[in-house]
């Protein structure tokens, strides 16, 4: 297959899930296709680039525009945003220069397939007509990594300021109403768990949509000999994204100190990037927690801890950490979301906890009692290890590409070769 993967950034460093992810699939799928990997590129990320093409790809970037994450730039745009139709998150990532390369490249290479990574990034497709030298369109793809209007709906439900409350819950009103048709506007939705894949369906009324499984790379995760640091527990996650922000936050100021109490030379780590002053300023030192922040290797950290926390309330799509941890034997205490999606029994390939006390009791009891940690986590590493290594699921998505090109093919027949508009239409909104 000749194939466009329309990305928001390059792969590397791999230290967000939705990196990871795709990594894992294309680190496959490149060595079989021909991937054309069209993306932003930020400054300072030239240095990743022999790494993104050692992955066997074609690499088309434009440079990114989109103000930092907490900057002025950024809240300013957020408020611009108020008055907008489409949800923030779709516009702070839209770039006119990355539609444009779009355009021009399905005009010229014929593509089979067009593979648009999350909803985030479809308005550089919508609506755009281009003529192309291929006898039909390409078949078009949507991959949804979240069913980003649940997470915006859990944010608000949660939030305790009242203006963010009500900011959030015009976000999701407006995420609702964009994804909903932008996901009708694609031949094939692949979401990334069945949970997912069931709210499409009922939610949205999508019919159109597969599931695959999440994968974690076993030959980068795997058990170390080392011994574990006693009483040392771990979050790993990237820290600029709004929910990790809000779980740690949590977890650090009801949870760690009920954990302190039972564990007084107990010790948390917080690592993954960009972690906001907030918590650089007010949290680290201070009753035996370090904010690590960025790191090359999360792996060293996943090797000492006794246990990893995955204290989310809100989120989406399923958590590549999870896996991850559990593919180097770290026993995993996480709430129902945190889990969300993975096909995990609860006491049984890790712990399950979902309000302060009992998520408390759960991470002390691992402390207290090595052996349990250390069966634990020997059970996840088994089960993650059996089933869920990176080729077996690349092989279900690049399934789910070719079905969805002969469908393709065959709904719009073979003829003599002639030039045809390839366009994705986006029509008016309707609130599910």
């Known amino acids: 297959m000749k194939i466009l993967f329309l990305h928001k950034q390059i792969l590397f460093p791999r230290d967000t899930g939705g990196k990871i992810r795709v990594l894992n699939l294309l680190v496959h ?3 079989r ?33 989109e103000p930092r994450r907490g900057s002025p730039g950024f809240y300013a745009q957020a408020l611009r945003n108020l008055a907008a139709s489409i949800p923030y998150n779709v516009a ?7 539609r444009e390369r779009c355009a021009d490249l399905i005009a010229r290479r014929d593509y089979d397939l067009v593979i648009c990574d999350t909803v985030i990034m479809v308005n550089h ?11 039909t369109r390409p078949a078009l793809i949507l991959f949804q990594h979240n069913v980003e209007s649940q997470i915006l709906k859990r944010h608000a ?9 009500a900011y959030m819950a015009a976000q999701y009103r407006r995420m609702v109403r964009f994804e909903a048709e932008a996901g009708r506007a694609f031949d094939r939705v692949i979401a ?3 949970a997912d894949r069931q709210t499409f369906m009922n939610f949205y009324g999508w019919d159109h949509v597969d599931a695959i499984e999440t994968s974690v790379d076993l030959d980068y995760f795997q058990p170390w000999p080392q011994p574990r640091r006693r009483d040392r527990v771990v979050f790993v996650g990237s820290m600029d994204w709004m929910p990790n922000q809000d779980g740690v936050r949590r977890f650090l100021k009801t949870i760690w100190p ?4 039972a564990r007084p030379e107990a010790t948390f780590q917080v690592v993954g990037r960009r972690p906001p002053l907030e918590f650089t300023a007010g949290f680290d030192g201070r009753d035996g927690v370090e904010v690590v922040g960025t790191v090359p290797d ?20 399923t958590r590549l950490k999870i896996y991850e941890a559990m593919a180097m034997a770290t026993p995993v205490v996480s709430t129902t979301i945190g889990a969300e999606g993975l096909p995990l029994t609860p006491g049984h390939h890790y712990l399950q906890a979902d309000d302060d006390a009992t998520f408390a009791q759960a991470v002390a009891d691992l402390l207290a009692n090595p052996d349990r940690a250390h069966n634990l986590g020997r059970i996840a590493h088994t089960f993650v290890a059996s089933r869920f290594g990176t080729e077996p699921i690349a092989a279900q998505f690049e399934g789910v590409c070719q079905r969805t090109l002969e469908t393709q093919t065959s709904s719009q027949g073979v003829g003599p070769p002639m030039r045809v508009r390839a366009t994705i239409s986006l029509r008016k909104p309707t609130l599910p």
Not at 125 to 135: C, E, F, I, K, R
């Open 92 to 98: 702070r990532n839209t770039d006119p220069a990355l």
């Open 258 to 261: 009920r954990i302190r109490q």
């Open 125 to 135: 497709l919508l609506n755009l007509a281009v003529l192309s030298d291929a006898t």
């Open 29 to 31: 799928l490149g060595k």
């Open 157 to 165: 439900e949660v939030a305790g300021n009242p203006l963010k409350r």
């Open 33 to 65: 296709h021909a991937i054309d990997y069209v993306c932003t590129l930020r400054p300072g990320e030239e240095i990743h680039l022999p790494a993104m093409r050692d992955l066997g790809l074609n690499l088309e970037t434009v440079p990114a525009r």
């Open 298 to 317: 999360v792996r060293p950290y996943l090797a000492e801890a006794s246990v990893a926390v995955v204290p989310l309330w809100v989120g989406g799509g």
């Open 192 to 194: 990334v768990s069945e």
